[in-house]
């Protein structure tokens, strides 16, 4: 039995980015582009149950689970604030499931849990988008529902 690829994007998905965004915002008023600062990425907060259904998710058997994130091109600082931050949320092992790519369709694998269908290469990923947010999955239990569902079926 070949275990089934998750990937699960950070922005918006594993981690609160439009609260971390406005607090950011608030620390430099009169830049354009406040993520150009250091400190964002690493002092995000995880979206509500994040961490526990990322945990449940990583120790099926039947998956085998990526953290699959884009840079922002403004802020160079975000590559390694963004590997701290998997470090100090999901602890060192979830370190070397950390993908940093800004086309995130040139991935292969089976189920993609992102906020956005497109714009990174989402669109073109080859297997099963899970929209979080969207109706469908508005949450991390919604997401840990479907997955449960799943496992009767691998």
């Not at 690829?5 to 354009?32: R, S, W």
């Not at 694998?109 to 497109?118: E, P, T």
């Amino acid at each position: 039995m070949s275990q089934k690829i998750i990937y699960i994007d950070m922005d918006f998905t594993l981690c609160d980015y439009a609260k971390g965004f406005k607090l950011h915002q608030k620390k430099f008023p009169d830049l354009k582009y406040p993520q150009s600062e250091p400190g964002l990425y690493v002092n995000l907060e995880p979206t509500p149950n994040a961490i526990e259904v990322y945990n449940w998710i990583v120790n099926q058997p039947k998956f085998d689970v990526y953290i699959l994130t884009a840079p922002s091109v403004r802020n160079p600082h975000c590559y390694s604030e963004k590997r701290i931050w998997v470090e100090e949320q999901l602890g060192f092992d979830a370190v070397k499931r950390l993908i940093i790519t800004p086309n995130k369709g040139l991935n292969k694998g089976d189920y993609l849990i992102d906020d956005n269908a497109s714009g990174k290469g989402q669109e073109n990923f080859e297997g099963e988008l899970i929209l979080f947010g969207s109706t469908e999955y508005p949450d991390w239990i919604s997401v840990r529902s479907y997955f449960q569902k799943k496992l009767v079926l691998i």
